[in-house]
């Protein structure tokens, strides 16, 4: 399959340890957020979103925090397992009708 | 529950030859569709987007276009593909009416043009 994340940013983490992953976003005027996983070979997959009158939202082992001030997304994963090993995305809404910017990526390797 | 499909999986095409790549969703009426492309590492870039039969909207100039000849289906083409339209082309949707950025993937089509 598509060899994702060849050249992108790298995040290694031992199993078991938790993973946070950053994103900044380029226009203010965004309103919805949403964190993407993407295996290789496979097409992303939702994981979480917030929208910008929210600063946290928790999921099943994620949680999304948002500082509009300075333009930023994290997602922070718990306890992270072999199997969330992927490349993530983030994604802001904004720009027009139904539209998603997506950020370049982060590849997540864990370790055992 | 909603399914997207996309064929053919993977396609290997020399240039100057045509493309089709196709799209279905199942469970759902009048999605929003949407064609991107991926490069190798890369992130997503949008191409084309549509919200109903008929209705496309095009985001960057190239030599591709896209149809939407039924509600729940939308292909992807080229009559003459280039070098550089190599890549990973990923087709989503979104609920109508629903929020309006949660986008939902497909499989993708892995596009190598020789």
């Known amino acids: 399959g598509e060899s994702v994340g060849l050249h992108l940013p790298t995040l290694s983490v031992q199993e078991g340890d938790n993973s946070i992953i950053n994103c900044a976003y380029s226009?203010?005027?965004?309103?919805?957020f949403i964190w993407y996983k993407q295996e290789s070979g496979k097409g992303p997959q939702f994981i979480i979103d917030i929208r910008s009158n929210m600063d946290k939202r928790q999921g099943q082992r994620v949680t999304v925090l948002l500082n509009k001030t300075v333009k930023h997304l994290s997602l922070q994963i718990a306890a992270t397992q072999p199997g969330d090993s992927a490349v993530y995305f983030c994604a802001e809404g904004g720009g027009g009708y139904n539209k998603l910017i997506f950020g370049a990526g982060t590849r997540l390797a864990v370790h055992p | 529950s909603q399914t997207i499909h996309q064929w053919p999986a993977t396609l290997v095409q020399p240039v100057g030859s045509p493309l089709s790549l196709e799209c279905t969703v199942e469970g759902t009426s009048n999605p929003n569709l949407y064609w991107y492309r991926q490069a190798a590492g890369r992130g997503l870039q949008l191409l084309f987007y549509s919200v109903g039969i008929g209705q496309i909207s095009s985001e960057v100039p190239q030599n591709l276009s896209a149809s939407r000849p039924q509600d729940r289906q939308f292909i992807l083409s080229s009559k003459k593909l280039l070098l550089s339209d190599s890549g990973f082309y990923l087709c989503?949707?979104?609920?109508?009416?629903?929020?309006?950025?949660?986008?939902?993937f497909g499989p993708g089509t892995r596009l190598t043009v020789t």
């Open positions: 226009n203010s005027a965004s309103d919805y």
């Open positions: 989503a949707w979104s609920p109508p009416g629903g929020s309006a950025y949660e986008q939902y």
